[in-house]
């Protein structure tokens, strides 16, 4: 089992930032990327940001020089700093993570999601 844990969500002024956590739990053998992704009300979901293994990150054109993706290997927690939010921001935010897990000499592959944390923006 590999769950995910997402925090750090809530109301936010137009211009404020919040920090988004993620923590990952479970029979792991690695982790490949972590990332987030949102999805508006009535709006397919889209990619917000991601991190690979190597430190290649991939952002939204929407959220590049706002927001910055890191991870803490040590604690399988991935992050995302949102700053100069904007109201077009509003969405449930996911967390995602791919890897492996291995059973009975088997590897796996693993693609958990979070349950979502809310983000609004409004003044």
């Known amino acids: 089992q590999v769950q995910l844990v997402e925090s750090g969500g809530g109301l936010v002024q137009p211009g404020g930032s919040l920090r988004l956590s993620c923590t990952a739990s479970g029979s792991i053998l690695r982790i490949n990327l972590m990332g987030w992704y949102r999805q508006a009300p009535g709006k397919e979901r889209e990619l917000v940001a991601t991190l690979t293994n190597d430190d290649s990150a991939v952002y939204a054109d929407s959220v590049k020089s706002r927001f910055t993706i890191t991870r803490d290997n040590a604690k399988n927690t991935v992050f995302l700093q949102m700053n100069s939010l904007k109201p077009e921001d509003t969405a449930v935010y996911y967390c995602?993570?791919?890897?492996?897990?291995?059973?009975?000499?088997?590897?796996?592959?693993?693609?958990?999601w979070g349950q979502g944390t809310q983000v609004t923006v409004s003044s």
């Open positions: 995602n993570i791919r890897g492996a897990r291995q059973a009975w000499s088997v590897t796996i592959p693993i693609d958990s």
